[in-house]
Every structure is written in structure tokens, then in C-alpha cells.
């Protein structure tokens, strides 16, 4: 069982930054690939990004390549997602999620409450 409690979110101005973090509890964060999407209003939710249990792999949404970073720290039990370059259109709820294989759907078990991004132009 994998808990996950997101932060960091809040209102930019276009063209700013944020970095979202996501605390897990357990002792196996270091086995799992965790993930972050987002979902805005009267949207589906969608993938932002991924990062395998070791960090060395990552995969990013087209949207979002090349303005967001995922990382981790296993040893802080965290993945952040580092924002930069914000637009009106990444205003969403941003989700975590925990998962012991790296994918880009969203079936994974476990989820954080979300945290509110708001992009004002």
C-alpha cells in the first residue's frame, strides 16, 4: 500500500514557474514508477509524465516536453514536477500516482487528492 499527499500548486502568471511535489509513504517508494497527470475542468484526465523506480527513465506528454522535468528522490520518498514556461492551458488538477510498472495510461493503483495549478494570462 502506497499513500501519496501532493503540494506546490497555486496561481502563476503565464510564463512562470512551479514545482509540484508528491510525498509517498511506505518503505517500497524506491520499487514503484510514479507518475504525474492532470485534469481540468469537464476534461479527462490526462498523462503528464513518468519516471522509472530509479529515475533513469522518463517519458513526458508531447504538451508538456521540454517546459516540465520529473525527478525523484528516493531517499526523501518524493517525485516533484518541475514547471516552467506555464500556459493558460496547464491549469488543472495535478495528480501523482504510484505503480510498480512505468506506463502512460491511467491505471495506476494509487493516487494522491490532486493539487490545483492555476495559469493566469
Known amino acids: 500500500q502506497v499513500q501519496l499527499a501532493e503540494s506546490g500548486g497555486g496561481l502563476v502568471l503565464a510564463g512562470g514557474s512551479l514545482r509540484l511535489s508528491c510525498a509517498a509513504s511506505g518503505r517500497t517508494f524506491s520499487t514503484y514508477a510514479m507518475a504525474w497527470f492532470r485534469q481540468a475542468p469537464g476534461k479527462e484526465r490526462e498523462f503528464v509524465a513518468t519516471?522509472?523506480?530509479?529515475?533513469?527513465?522518463?517519458y513526458y506528454a508531447d504538451s508538456v516536453k521540454g517546459r516540465f522535468t520529473i525527478s525523484r528522490d528516493n531517499a526523501k520518498n518524493t517525485v516533484y514536477l518541475r514547471m516552467n514556461s506555464l500556459k493558460p492551458e496547464d491549469t488543472a488538477v495535478y495528480y501523482c500516482a504510484a505503480d510498480q510498472k512505468l506506463q502512460r495510461n491511467a491505471n495506476y493503483p494509487y493516487w494522491g487528492q490532486g493539487t490545483q495549478v492555476t495559469v493566469a494570462s
Open positions: 519516471i522509472s523506480w530509479s529515475g533513469g527513465t522518463a
